[in-house]
Nanobody, 125 residues
Framework: QVQLVESGGGLVQAGGSLTLSCVAS????????MGWFRQAPGKEREFVAA????????YYADSVKGRFTISRDNAKNTVSLQMNSLKPEDTAVYLC??????????????????WGKGTLVTVSS
């Protein structure tokens, strides 16, 4: 049974930084792509970033490109999201996701993903 546990959310001022982490368990972490989505109040869930099984290939939503960095540590079963230059519009619950496949594109399509419960990021202006 796959379990994903996020941490690192909180309140930060605009322009600040936060790092989110997600620890996965239940199957061989290094075989699968990982990613992050977010859901703001009253809005649909949206893709943020994805990383392939090896960590070589990464993908970002246009809205976060150049500000956010996704990485993974397969030895620690952990995927992280470094968020810099945060904006009020980044406020959302951030959810970790694990794919059924190894490619980051398996995350982007948001099909048959395993999900964490999320961690709240609030960016004040």
């Amino acid at each position: 049974q796959v379990q994903l546990v996020e941490s690192g959310g909180g309140l930060v001022q605009a322009g600040g930084s936060l790092t989110l982490s997600c620890v996965a368990s239940g199957r061989t972490f290094s075989n699968y792509a990982m990613g992050w989505f977010r859901q703001a109040p009253g809005k649909e869930r949206e893709f943020v970033a994805a990383i392939s099984w090896s960590g070589i290939n990464t993908y970002y939503a246009d809205s976060v490109k150049g500000r956010f960095t996704i990485s993974r540590d397969n030895a620690k079963n952990t995927v992280s999201l470094q968020m810099n230059s945060l904006k009020p519009e980044d406020t959302a619950v951030y959810l970790c996701a694990e794919a059924q496949g190894s490619s980051g594109t398996d995350i982007i399509g948001a099909r048959e993903l395993f999900w964490g419960k999320g961690t709240l990021v609030t960016v004040s202006s």
